[in-house]
Each structure stands twice: as structure tokens, then as C-alpha cells.
């Protein structure tokens, strides 16, 4: 059992940064496969990025490849998404998710409550 909560979330002007942070509980956090996916308004929920737990592959959407980065501090059980030069349509509730990941297809198995990231344009 994995137990995910997720911070960080908010108000960010185009073109600015934010900070995601996703806080688990549970012994096998160092040997799960950690993803951020996202939803916004109207819309169904979208993958966003994934990180293998060793080596540290991540793999990303097109949408925001070169602008998010996802990261891993397992002595922390805490994955982040470092997100850059964010744009109207990154606005969107972000979820942190725990599961697997094969050939660059992450399934997830838990998900946190997800944040809210609003970026005004």
C-alpha cells in the first residue's frame, strides 16, 4: 500500500516556475516507479511524466518536454516535477501517482488527491 500527498500547487504567471512535491508513505517507494499526470477542466486526465526508480529514466509528454522536469529523493519518499516556462494550458489539478513502468508506459496503481496549478496568462 502506497500512500501519496502532493503540495506545492497554485497561482504562477506565464512563463514563471513552480515546484510540485509528492510526499509517500510505505517501505517500497525506492523500488516504484513514480509519475505525475494531470487534468484540466472538461478534459480527461493525461500522463505528464515518469520516473523508473533505477536506472532514473524519466519520460515525458510532448506537451511538456524541455519545460518539466521529474526528480526522486528516495531517503525523502518524495518525487517532485519541476515545472518551467509554464504556459495557460499547463493550468490544470496535478496528480502524483505510484505504480510501474514499461517501455516508457507508466500504469498507475496509486494516486494522490491532486493540486491545483493555475497559471494566468
Known amino acids: 500500500q502506497v500512500q501519496l500527498v502532493e503540495s506545492g500547487g497554485g497561482l504562477v504567471q506565464a512563463g514563471g516556475s513552480q515546484r510540485l512535491s509528492c510526499a509517500a508513505s510505505g517501505r517500497t517507494f525506492s523500488s516504484t516507479a513514480m509519475g505525475w499526470f494531470r487534468q484540466a477542466p472538461g478534459k480527461e486526465r493525461e500522463f505528464v511524466a515518469a520516473l523508473r526508480y533505477g536506472p532514473y529514466s524519466a519520460y515525458y509528454a510532448d506537451s511538456v518536454k524541455g519545460r518539466f522536469t521529474i526528480s526522486r529523493d528516495n531517503a525523502q519518499k518524495t518525487v517532485y516535477l519541476q515545472m518551467n516556462s509554464l504556459k495557460p494550458e499547463d493550468t490544470a489539478v496535478y496528480y502524483c501517482?505510484?505504480?510501474?513502468?514499461?517501455?516508457?508506459?507508466?500504469?498507475?496503481?496509486?494516486w494522490g488527491q491532486g493540486t491545483q496549478v493555475t497559471v494566468s496568462s
Open positions: 501517482a505510484a505504480g510501474r513502468l514499461y517501455s516508457g508506459t507508466f500504469q498507475p496503481d496509486y
